[in-house]
Nanobody, 120 residues
Framework: QVQLVESGGGLVQAGGSLRLSCVAS????????MAWYRQAPGKQRELVAT???????NYADSVNGRFTISRDNAKNTVTLQMNTLKPEDTAVYFC??????????????WGQGTLVTVSS
């Protein structure tokens, strides 16, 4: 009933930029926090950035100053602008959202992931 779909991943050279987008659809009353996670091969999934309903962001130290998270509540979207990319940013990036489906129910929704590869 709730789906998140990411887009924008690809191959980029170190120092380059990419912009990831995520669109939520389905049974949605409202969306609280949204976030981007990433998982590199053989590594645990880690939190990259979060953003509150009102747009207050928070970033992992490893991306702070290089990445920018934003959202559009009217469109149920969240984006991640990634600048000055490094090879260590290579990972599958996942969109996450805490979706309120009714006045008393919620769903912790995840996208399918989009691959970002940064070459040296």
């Amino acid at each position: 009933q709730v789906q998140l779909v990411e887009s924008g991943g690809g191959l980029v050279q170190a120092g380059g930029s990419l912009r990831l987008s995520c669109v939520a659809s389905g049974t949605i009353f409202s969306i609280n926090d949204m976030a981007w996670y990433r998982q590199a091969p053989g590594k645990q999934r880690e939190l990259v950035a979060t953003i509150t309903r009102r747009g207050t962001p928070n970033y992992a130290d490893s991306v702070n100053g290089r990445f920018t998270i934003s959202r559009d509540n009217a469109k149920n979207t969240v984006t991640l602008q990634m600048n000055t990319l490094k090879p260590e940013d290579t990972a599958v990036y996942f969109c996450n959202a805490n979706v309120i489906t009714t006045g008393w129910n919620f769903r912790d929704a995840w996208g399918q992931g989009t691959l970002v590869t940064v070459s040296s």
